[in-house]
């Protein structure tokens, strides 16, 4: 009976030296993750002010220590769109080195992507191509990165992004203009527009999409007066 009793006592005190010290290690590894977690957050304000400071060796030195790539502003902003907003390629490259999100949009749908593409920002938006752009991602007006890129006369991105991506050149945005109509409506109708209009039939605009209110690319161009717009538009079936 007394060698059982001894059994069962040194089981028990066991037992519970066991819980005391797993409570134990639970509590230091809450701790740990807590502090790991506090330090990320630090690291994350101060990429924040490098990024606001433009000072690229500390960007890169908080990314080495564990910041996250794609921390945001108040205004949604990573690091990435903030270079694209301001054509810093340095910049732009050393995020997408850390392989920073190119969809990743801010509190106005832009995304690094969308904005390179329509803002004429083209060396980082050919960096940005191996870095698994999503081409149906839209802006806040519904249209993709080729869009506001033919609209605007950035001839080298609208040819870029129909010579190396899959972008559905006949996407219809929110207001109903696809890239052809925008390349027509909304410009001037000057040399660069006749190039940027010529590559998107090349490769694949319909030139008989009419807009929300049922008027052709052929009519639009007609009625402000591109002859030679309207005579490419004829050149590729427009009717």
Not at 58 to 69: F, P
Not at 81 to 95: C, E, R, S, Y
């Amino acid at each position: 009976m007394t060698k059982l009793l001894i059994i069962l006592l040194t089981s028990l005190l066991t037992a519970c030296s066991n819980t005391s010290e797993n409570m134990t290690n639970h509590s230091e590894i809450t701790a740990k993750k807590e502090k790991e977690e506090k330090n990320v957050t630090q690291l994350n304000q101060s990429l924040l002010q490098a990024i606001d400071s433009n000072n690229l060796q500390q960007i890169e030195s908080l990314l080495r220590q564990g910041a996250q790539v794609d921390t945001v502003n108040t205004l949604g902003e990573s690091g990435l769109l903030v270079a694209t907003h301001q054509n810093n390629i340095p910049m732009a490259k050393l995020f997408l080195k850390y392989n920073a999100n190119v969809n990743l949009q801010d509190k106005i749908e832009d995304s690094p992507f969308l904005y390179a593409g329509a803002e004429g920002r083209t060396e980082i938006l050919k960096a940005m191509i191996s870095h698994h752009p999503d081409y149906k991602l839209t802006n806040r007006f519904g249209g993709t990165a080729l869009i506001p890129a033919a609209e605007k006369g950035h001839l080298t991105n609208v040819q870029l992004l129909l010579a190396e991506t899959n972008i559905d050149v006949n996407h219809i945005n929110n207001p109903g203009w696809t890239a052809l109509l925008e390349a027509i409506v909304l410009s001037t109708g000057n040399k660069t527009q006749q190039q940027i209009v010529l590559a998107l039939l090349e490769n694949g605009a319909d030139p008989n999409i009419a807009d929300s209110n049922g008027v052709t690319p052929l009519t639009h161009a007609k009625q402000k007066g591109y002859d030679a717009i309207a005579n490419l538009l004829i050149a590729h079936g427009a009717k």
